[in-house]
């Protein structure tokens, strides 16, 4: 079978971390080779520009220089790890990917999105995941989680996190207008409900996602 791109997306302590595992868990289980990995992130270097874009104590950042290093990290990923992996047939299963320009970048940040397609185009070509799990959860619920999480790691916010609300609710509808836009590629978590709930819908929506890949591949 061909290699398949699953990216998860979703607010703050929405749970896409926690999935994680027990998505690539599941798709193993049923045979498929499989890679986890982030945006943005993934490669040493796409790492060390994560590193720069999370630092909260440098000054703050250019909204075009915090887009182009989106890209860039994506640029790097995706030629070094992600296409790789997939030529080879694996399946890849990143936590955020381009989806999140458009709702942090895009929405959030008020960048023009023609600008983001612009950028989309550029590094990714027609290149899209082929499924995208979105996990919606009410900001404020999320904000709890992440608070509990802090206090439990003895964590703090990064840069991103330190944002008013109104930018998460922005996200949360850009999300959710991309989700609208592209009904064939996402599909909608409810994130309020409990991990077992979460966990039972995902399996749902991968059990029909792998189906559909067994039938495109006969
Ligand atoms: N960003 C961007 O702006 N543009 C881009 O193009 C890309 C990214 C790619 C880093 O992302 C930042 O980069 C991110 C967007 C920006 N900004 N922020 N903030 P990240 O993915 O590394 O970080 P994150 O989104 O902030 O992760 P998060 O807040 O940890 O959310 P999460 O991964 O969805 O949640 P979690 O860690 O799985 O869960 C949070 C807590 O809730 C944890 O204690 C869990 O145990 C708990 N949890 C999870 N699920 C449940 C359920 N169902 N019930 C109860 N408790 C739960």
Redesign the pocket.
Known sequence: MQGRFITLE??????????VAFIVDYLRSQSIDTLAT???GGTEVSEAI?AV??DKSLPSMHADT?LLL?FAA?QEHLVRKILPALAAGQWVVC????D??Y???GY?RAQALERIQQLEAWVQGTFHPHLTLL?DIDVEL?FQ??R??YA?QQTQA?R??QEHISFFERVRRGYLVRAAHYPDQFRVVD?????ER?QHDIKQYLMEFIQQAKAQHV
């Open positions: 979703g607010g703050e302590g929405a749970g896409k971390t926690s999935s982030r945006e943005p994560r874009l999370l915090e989106m994506r936590d955020r990917f381009t999140a320009t709702a942090y970048q959030g996990f999320g989680r992440v509990t999480r439990a990064d991103f996190e994130a309020s409900q409990s991990l979460v």
